[in-house]
């Protein structure tokens, strides 16, 4: 019994004599003063068992028969316990999930789920599980605004994943892709997301206890908005001439401007009535352009900090009006901890930070110091790779995890980016969707847990182990080659760099080292030939990690090629590369919609460039 694979592990589980064998026709008892709250928990345990071979009906009256009961969901609204936790009681005789609230029934469901997946349904072995989750919120963030926009079926599928993984909150950060009627042309080519599938996917995140967050980013990230004649004038810089690092003119919402409230009033107006979370993340990180153009002499005279406080408090403000909480990323305001006392204690700061010793306790501890509730944002490590960095995003996450407990974070958002074209497939990121769910349920009892395994039974439906360790390994190929940038992995760069920025960093390679990589893509590879995911895109999974395999092969062939020491020619390279390309966009239509998918290979046409 100590083989038992769950996750997230629960915090208490004894073992106990003897075992349980279900029978057919046993009842499913929801024992609830409002069962039809439960309702759908019940349906999700009574679809389960029917799926191997057990019939069970579901009832609702205490007068129901015990010895027709097979399982009993008691709610216990009286109970004395953390909210969210639950017991799990198997005997010989029955099976009993009690808690305090109906999440807490879910995710006794959701362990007893698991454990036949474990055990088998034949027999189940006595035991007794008592949990709770360390983080109160345990969320996870889809980037749907730099390419990629999934598909409502891609959200339906991930939803139930995470949710049997007890996450319960997600977001979809948003820039440009809500489908705004009074503003058509930011979104025009971004195959958007519509009110009426938010509507749908917030009634399909609420009966699995997730709350679907609203997200829309309301003053850096507008870069979007100011390509357009109607919203340039809003931007924070006067001209297009103006440029910084990021390479082009405004970033970032003038504060000064009145116009740029009246922008962020109106977004608001027009997103929030399609949600029914009481939360709202209103972004207002990365402001880089702030104080370097209109809003210069105002910064300079009161100071950069004070200007973006405020206008970030007339934000807060909107956000009330609404009745929601908002929630803003606090990489500005930390950089001023004299103002972080100044924040509304009815608001939430999102401490974010990806790299494995991030984010940092201190940041933590000025956010609690202060009062001001906030919540720990890691992140997955997939942006800015092609297959992941395992051992940055297995770290990044334990160290949010940590720091957020010892200095009282009320959540863990795990973040997943598509930076720069958006190129990782989905499957990268389960990795840290997965660790992320464990760590924040209960780090003590999960930090160590078996990776490959957890991925293959929980995500793959991988009896042979095997794509669980090809996801694992392919993920740290990036340690291979020496060079280590922050946020990113090598390859990834070499890919997007031109010939003429590869030799800059010629001395920092060695062709031995491309080799040798190559080795080390090919053994990390290796299992999928054997492995049998059983999952309903089981063969699609199978060929987004082939492609990722070969895609990180060319990056190795390309940086042969581009020091002089490759042994294929660029056509060869050049005739690769167009057949990778067809595969991406081929395995980008079967998760996303269409929208960024020109964005996204115009990437790859530069790199084809260096073949010509």
């Not at 829309?216 to 357009?228: C, E, K, L, P, V």
């Not at 082939?546 to 090629?561: D, K, N, T, Y």
Request: glycine share 8%; proline share 6%; hydrophobic share 40%.
């Amino acid at each position: 019994m100590n083989k038992l694979n769950l996750l997230p592990n629960p915090r208490q589980m004894t073992i106990l004599p003897g075992s349980l064998s279900l029978s057919n026709g046993r009842l499913i008892l929801i024992d609830s003063p409002n069962p039809q709250q439960l309702y759908f928990t019940g349906k999700k345990l009574q679809e389960a068992l029917s799926k191997v071979g057990l019939t069970c009906q579901i009832a609702a009256s205490r007068a129901t028969p015990r010895e027709q009961v097979g399982i009993t969901l008691c709610l216990s609204p009286d109970k004395a316990s953390t909210p969210q936790s639950y017991q799990l009681d198997i005997t010989p005789k029955e099976v009993v999930i009690e808690a305090q609230d109906e999440p807490g029934i879910f995710y006794g469901v959701c362990t007893l789920l698991q454990l036949i997946a474990n055990t088998g349904i034949a027999s189940l072995p006595c035991l007794k599980i008592v949990d709770w989750p360390d983080f109160p919120a345990r969320g996870v963030m889809l980037d749907i605004s730099r390419d990629k926009v999934y598909t409502l079926e891609t959200l339906f599928s991930l939803v139930d994943m995470l949710a049997s993984w007890k996450v319960n909150q997600l977001q979809l950060y948003t820039e440009h892709t809500f489908a705004y009627r009074h503003h058509p042309e930011v979104w025009a080519k971004a195959s958007p997301i519509t009110g009426e599938e938010i509507m749908m996917l917030d009634v399909y995140c609420k009966e699995r206890f997730i709350d679907l967050v609203p997200n829309q980013n309301s003053f850096g990230h507008m870069h979007r908005w100011f390509d357009h004649p109607r919203y340039f004038p809003l931007g924070e810089l006067t001209g297009v001439e103006e440029k910084n690092w990021w390479g082009r003119g405004s970033y970032s919402l003038c504060p000064g401007d009145p116009g740029s409230l009246e922008l962020v009033k109106g977004l608001y107006e027009e997103l929030l009535p399609h949600f029914s979370s009481q939360l709202f993340n209103v972004g207002c990180d990365e402001t880089f352009d702030l104080g370097l153009g209109r809003s210069k002499e105002e910064c300079e005279r009161r100071g950069k900090g004070r200007v973006y406080l405020e206008f970030l408090l007339k934000i807060y403000e909107l956000v009330k009006s609404h009745n929601r909480t908002m929630q803003f990323w606090g990489d500005i305001i930390i950089q001023y901890p004299e103002l972080v006392p100044e924040l509304p204690h009815d608001t939430i700061a999102l401490e974010w930070g990806y790299e494995a010793a991030s984010p940092p306790a201190d940041h933590c501890e000025k956010f609690a110091a202060a009062g001001v509730p906030y919540y720990v944002c890691p992140g997955t490590s997939s942006w800015n790779t092609i297959a992941g960095r395992t051992d940055n995003a297995l770290g990044n996450l334990s160290t949010a995890a940590q720091n957020g407990i010892k200095h009282n974070a009320i959540g863990l958002l795990n973040t997943d980016w598509g930076d720069n074209g958006h190129w990782q497939v989905l499957p990268v990121s389960y990795l840290g969707f997965a660790a992320g769910a464990a760590y924040s349920w209960d780090y003590q009892t999960n930090h160590n847990q078996d990776m490959p395994a957890v991925l293959s039974l929980h995500a793959f439906q991988d009896s042979t182990s095997s794509l669980g360790r090809v996801a694992y390994d392919l993920g740290n190929v990036y340690k291979a080659v020496g060079m280590i940038p922050g946020n990113a992995s090598a390859l990834f760069h070499i890919m997007q760099m031109p010939f003429s920025e590869i030799h800059k960093h010629a001395n920092r390679f060695d062709s031995q080292v491309f080799h040798h990589v190559l080795d080390v893509i090919d053994q990390a590879s290796q299992p999928l030939t054997g492995a049998k995911p059983q999952t309903s895109d089981g063969s699609l999974l199978l060929r987004e990690f082939e492609h990722s395999a070969r895609l990180l092969r060319h990056a190795c062939q390309r940086g042969l090629l581009a020091l002089g020491n490759g042994s294929r020619s660029p056509a060869d390279l050049d005739l690769e590369l167009r057949e990778i390309m067809i595969e991406y966009q081929s395995l980008w239509l079967a998760r996303n919609r269409p929208g960024g998918l020109v964005d996204s290979l115009a990437r790859f046409e530069k790199a084809r460039l260096d073949y010509m």
